[in-house]
């Protein structure tokens, strides 16, 4: 790393800490020519290919934005949009791919936003996937009450069982 106050061609780190969720690192290092000290930010750049085949840099603020748009008029707040977006971009970055088709950071939005509201979920989806008809919503609702249906049988059964079964 150039040392931006005499361009020094090398410098020696001298700490190193993870920033913003460990998304970010920051070094302090020093330069052996001048001796003055200087920080860095390193950042492992996520790159999002589009149907078109252009590439953009991931976005938090742009997963959030189309969230919002979902959760219009919805009980969700604002704090609840950013942990989701925080859990899209775990899931994309835990891929480890440098560059993830646009496709995947959808999917990986749905699923969140389906446990955050049904609602919004179906906006959602019904953009994403592209519906084109009653039947496809159709279909959609009923999946979303089948998957209720399982969770409320599921947590029957967990009541029944008792406390000495979750032991």
Same mark, same amino acid.
């Given at each position: 790393?150039r040392c931006p106050?005499c361009?020094h061609?090398?410098?020696? !780190?001298?700490?190193?800490? +993870?920033?913003?969720?460990?998304?970010?690192?920051?070094?302090r290092r020093?330069?052996p020519e001048?001796? #003055?000290?200087?920080?860095? !930010?390193?950042?492992?750049v996520? @790159?999002v290919v #589009?149907?078109?085949?252009?590439?953009?840099?991931?976005?938090?603020t742009k997963?959030m934005?189309?969230?919002r #748009?979902?959760?219009?008029g919805r009980?969700?707040d604002e704090d609840a949009?950013a942990?989701l977006a925080? #859990?899209?971009?775990?899931?994309?970055?835990?891929?480890?791919a @440098?560059e993830?088709?646009s496709?995947?950071v959808g999917?990986?939005?749905?699923v969140?936003?389906? +446990?955050?509201d049904?609602?919004a979920?179906?906006r959602?989806?019904?953009v994403y996937k592209?519906?084109?008809?009653?039947?496809?919503f159709?279909?959609e609702?009923?999946e979303?009450?089948e998957?209720?249906?399982?969770?409320? @049988?599921?947590?029957?059964?967990?009541?029944?069982a008792?406390?000495a @079964?979750?032991?």
């Amino acid at each position: 790393m150039r040392c931006p106050y005499c361009r020094h061609a090398d410098s020696r !780190v001298v700490d190193s800490r +993870e920033a913003d969720d460990g998304q970010l690192i920051r070094r302090r290092r020093s330069c052996p020519e001048c001796g #003055k000290r200087f920080t860095t !930010v390193e950042e492992a750049v996520l @790159a999002v290919v #589009k149907r078109s085949g252009v590439t953009e840099p991931f976005s938090r603020t742009k997963i959030m934005s189309g969230v919002r #748009k979902a959760c219009q008029g919805r009980p969700v707040d604002e704090d609840a949009i950013a942990v989701l977006a925080q #859990k899209v971009e775990e899931t994309v970055r835990a891929k480890g791919a @440098a560059e993830i088709p646009s496709h995947e950071v959808g999917l990986a939005i749905l699923v969140p936003l389906r +446990e955050l509201d049904q609602v919004a979920y179906l906006r959602f989806a019904s953009v994403y996937k592209s519906f084109d008809s009653l039947d496809e919503f159709e279909k959609e609702i009923a999946e979303l009450r089948e998957a209720r249906d399982a969770r409320i @049988a599921r947590d029957a059964v967990a009541r029944e069982a008792g406390p000495a @079964a979750r032991r």
